[in-house]
């Protein structure tokens, strides 16, 4: 592969911005990579494991010249962010982001931007519950969707030229409207995050069970929501504050469902559990067909007889 | 090691039995291992890959002259095997069961039982979203915890051989009162799974957003729900119907729960997101340093930036 953007900006270096790091170098995808985050401590760490060829104080000096800029900050601070380094971004530079949510993005981002930039929003549908500048890996994005959304008016050769890097990151490149991507992302990761969230809450609070009862005794389905709910903190405040709508339409189809299954426990209706649990393997299945993952054995895992 | 049970039934020949069998044959710690299953089709597969050393058409036959009988059948399924195998047990001989439940299970099995056999319920914290004579492996039980839940007046010494036979297995051993047991259960698994069956049905339900961008999109979250959400429908039935009280209680804990961060992102309430999401990552660590699961980052999941 051969350089597509001569100086790429990272702003913000965890798990997401590290990633690409590891996957530009791996491409050779930049010409220069530029890194800078907000703590100290981030960049410290960043210039130790030589994670860009450059760290740098501000976002203002990172952009300076870059020819594409990441926003890879929580979605909460993209707007104050998009603000700071406005003045010193390049006429004809692209910036992008990789936020959770679209819709509130634009609406934070956009209007400090001038003409003469081009803005791609995008969101890697890859990650893991680590965070941090040392958590990237060149892999993350292998054979993992990358959603780009561009807005009315976007240059289809920058957007050409943004799906090309994500491609020789590992992605496979989509487009939909905003609207719609934070629509998708409510049913298939911002519900289920917060669902996983309240579920340890509560295992946590309850008197008569210990947490260490409950820790000792997690192999099944209650671990795999203690690894969803150690995701970034910060993170998903701003993601469920930020697509407060869709989240919530999703949560209340959710809870409608629930009483439904809660009542047929209640009333002991077997065929309407047996019938409802019959249909989400389907699903299951759906997803394996589709190489979304395996169907290979976990053996630190536990479903459970 | 050595020879525990010189003859062991199994009745039921899925994950967990099957697992049993290769887990026992590992380790030398049957003499003769027996199966059977009500399916004509199940028994014929176990034969095939030679799951045991024998395979009956009744469970009547498969007891005879059993030292240890396993119950690997659904929690629903239980009583009804109990009343089917009693005038045929060995006296002295030890019936054991590897149900999600505990409490209704020795109210089903109890009853049908003599004196002059021991009966000590069990259920092994271990499992995959597999099902089926050839979804077992040796490696299933190690490192993994086996309840035992011995009824009153049960005899030490018969309780202390089980407890050999699931040590050679792999598993740690632990004694709990059935109660507990199901309140325990109901927590870290029962009511887990209940809720990513929900998640996984208003996905599918969900007239704006199509099937397969559910499963196209599935990377985050939602891919940990579906394979929750694609265990064994008639087993799990049969564990909420027969755990009705406990998961009721969670789940109504649950919602109470889940109102509240509605509320929050409703209200916009930041700090209330970003406490609860604190503290439920504090529970993952607890998880991790208890040996119950790795902190590898998993290249093929996606909690997701």
């Not at 956009?110 to 965070?131: R, Y």
């Not at 290979?296 to 895992?301: C, E, H, I, Q």
Request: one cysteine or more.
């Amino acid at each position: 592969m051969s350089v597509i953007y001569n100086r790429v900006a990272l702003i913000g270096l965890g798990l997401i911005a590290g990633s690409m790091a590891h996957a530009m170098r791996r491409g050779g995808l930049a010409g220069e990579i530029v890194g800078t985050a907000r703590s100290a401590e981030t960049r410290k760490v960043a210039a130790e494991i030589n994670l860009c060829d450059r760290i740098t104080e501000t976002a203002a000096e990172a952009v300076k010249d870059a020819d594409l800029i990441v926003l890879a900050v929580p979605v909460g601070a993209m707007g104050k962010v998009a603000a700071e380094i406005s003045p010193h971004l390049k006429p004809g530079a692209t910036v992008t982001d990789v936020g959770s949510v679209k819709k509130a993005v634009i609406d934070a981002v956009a209007p400090h931007l001038s003409e003469d930039v081009h803005f791609i929003p995008g969101h890697p549908l890859a990650g893991t519950e680590h965070s941090g500048p040392r958590s990237g890996f060149a892999e993350l994005y292998d054979n993992r969707f990358c959603l780009l959304v561009p807005v009315e008016g976007t240059d289809p050769a920058a957007t050409a030229k943004l799906r090309s890097l994500w491609e020789g990151m590992g992605a496979n490149v989509e487009e939909m409207d905003a609207e719609h991507h934070d629509l998708v992302l409510a049913v298939t990761s911002h519900a289920p995050h917060l669902i996983a969230y309240t579920m340890v809450g509560v295992a946590d609070d309850l008197r008569r069970v210990t947490d260490s009862e409950v820790i000792k005794y997690s192999a099944a389905g209650f671990r795999d929501f203690t690894r969803i709910a150690a995701s970034d903190p910060t993170m998903w405040r701003d993601v469920f504050l930020n697509n407060k709508e869709a989240t919530l339409e999703i949560l209340g189809r959710f809870t409608e469902e629930l009483f439904a299954l809660q009542r047929a426990i209640r009333t002991g209706d077997g065929d309407h559990l047996h019938d409802y649990f019959t249909r989400t393997r389907a699903i299951r299945r759906g997803i394996i067909e589709a190489g979304q993952d395996t169907d290979a054995p976990d053996f630190g895992r536990g479903g459970k007889r």
